[in-house]
T-cell receptor, first 113, second 114 residues
Framework: NAGVTQTPKFRVLKTGQSMTLLCAQDMNHEYMYWYRQDPGMGLRLIHY???????AKGEVPDGYNVSRLKKQNFLLGLESAAPSQTSVYFC????????????FGPGTRLTVT | AQTVTQSQPEMSVQEAETVTLSCTYDTSENNYYLFWYKQPPSRQMILVIRQEAYKQQNATENRFSVNFQKAAKSFSLKISDSQLGDTAMYFC???????????FGKGITLSVRP
């Protein structure tokens, strides 16, 4: 039981390049989330999904796209990376229902130069 | 809008002493869950404790307990017998029944001194 895993753990991009972050969970959770963490800002929600084939915008969605083609996977894409997207990205998942905690992946540190 | 405020950016405590981390929140919902997450230097987010808004009894998990004041919308975390391993950033968060999202505060960095 691996929980929530994220690939890659570190990445350096040049401005304008694209990349996809992969999140996978093996807990059969319905909900999945992508956050970014910046110093002094806490965790801010980028996009989330309440089930396979569904996605929704969070607090800071601009510049990102997501897809949830399979229940266990949630992909975060950056089509044209910008230095402002330098951050640590966390994926999380949970069961349906607000009483359930969110389980977090180990994070991906992304640097855009 | 739902917000979480952690007004203290940093705190320090001597090993074996007690420390309280403050958190206030704002929501128009009546039913919700409150959480404290810990993020040690490893970066992994770990759930410390949770509290249901409908329960008057404060939650306790070993050395961690909360002081939940619903009317004041306050949810503080007390760490007793602080240990060096408690050094971490702590985030207060809540989740309502109206949506599936977790709203986080900006976090507080706690340092435990030997």
């Amino acid at each position: 039981n691996a929980g929530v895993t994220q690939t890659p753990k570190f990445r350096v991009l040049k401005t304008g390049q694209s990349m996809t972050l992969l999140c996978a969970q093996d807990m059969n959770h319905e909900y999945m989330y992508w956050y970014r963490q910046d110093p002094g800002m806490g965790l801010r929600l980028i996009h989330y999904s309440v089930g396979e084939g569904t996605t929704a915008k969070g607090e800071v969605p601009d510049g990102y796209n997501v897809s949830r083609l399979k229940k266990q996977n949630f992909l975060l894409g950056l089509e044209s990376a910008a230095p402002s997207q330098t951050s640590v990205y966390f994926c999380a998942s949970s069961y349906y229902g607000f009483l359930y905690e969110q389980y977090f992946g180990p994070g991906t540190r992304l640097t855009v130069t | 809008a739902q917000t979480v405020t952690q007004s203290q950016p940093e705190m320090s405590v001597q090993e074996a002493e007690t420390v309280t981390l403050s958190c206030t929140y704002d929501t128009s919902e009546n039913n919700y869950y409150l959480f404290w997450y810990k993020q040690p230097p490893s970066r992994q987010m770990i759930l410390v404790i949770r509290q249901e808004a409908y329960k008057q009894q404060n939650a306790t998990e070993n050395r961690f307990s909360v002081n939940f004041q619903k009317a004041a919308k306050s949810f503080s975390l007390k760490i007793s017998d602080s240990q060096l391993g408690d050094t971490a950033m702590y985030f207060c968060a809540f989740r309502t029944g109206a949506n599936s999202k977790l709203t986080f505060g900006k976090g507080i960095t706690l340092s435990v001194r030997p």
